[in-house]
C-alpha cells in the first residue's frame, strides 16, 4: 500500500516541478530562439543562442519527458544546470527571499534532481530498464543465498 502511494506522489511531484519549466519553456518559445537568446546576452549568460536552445529543450522537451518517466535523471541534472544559470544571471542579487529572489529557483532545482533520481515506479525509465534491473538483482541474490 505504502509503495503505491509514495509513486503515485513521485509521480504528482514531476508533473508539478515539469509544468513550472514547461511554462518557463513555452515563454522562451513564444519569445523565439533569437528572443530568448538577447535577453540572456544582457543577463551575462555565456554562449547566449546556445544557451538559449538548450535551455528550451529541456524546459519544453525534457519537461514532457519527466512528466512521462522517460531520462529522468538526465532531465533533473539539465534542470539543475538552468536553474543554476537563473540563479547566477538574475536572481541572485535579490537574495534568497523577496521579489526576485532565487528561492523558487533553488526548490525547482533540487526537487527537480531528486525526483530524477527517484522518480518511482509509475515512469517509462522503471517500464524499461527498472524491471530488468529488479530481475537482475533478484538473479544475483538467488546466487547468494545458493
Do not use: C
Amino acid at each position: 500500500m505504502f509503495g503505491r502511494v509514495k509513486d503515485v506522489a513521485l509521480l504528482l511531484g514531476r508533473i508539478g516541478v515539469a509544468v513550472v519549466f514547461l511554462a518557463h519553456g513555452l515563454q522562451k518559445w513564444n519569445n523565439g530562439i533569437d528572443g530568448t537568446a538577447k535577453f540572456f546576452e544582457m543577463t551575462g549568460i555565456p554562449l547566449p543562442t546556445v544557451a538559449a536552445v538548450f535551455a528550451m529543450t529541456v524546459e519544453i522537451l525534457g519537461s514532457i519527458a519527466f512528466i512521462v518517466g522517460f531520462l529522468m535523471p538526465l532531465v533533473g541534472i539539465g534542470y539543475v544546470v538552468i536553474s543554476v544559470g537563473a540563479l547566477l544571471s538574475v536572481h541572485i542579487d535579490n537574495g534568497l527571499t523577496g521579489q526576485g529572489g532565487y528561492e523558487l529557483v533553488l526548490v525547482l532545482a533540487l526537487a527537480g534532481l531528486a525526483l530524477g533520481f527517484n522518480g518511482g515506479r509509475l515512469s517509462l525509465d522503471h517500464l524499461l530498464w527498472g524491471r530488468r534491473r529488479a530481475r537482475r538483482e533478484a538473479e544475483v541474490g538467488e546466487l547468494q543465498n545458493a
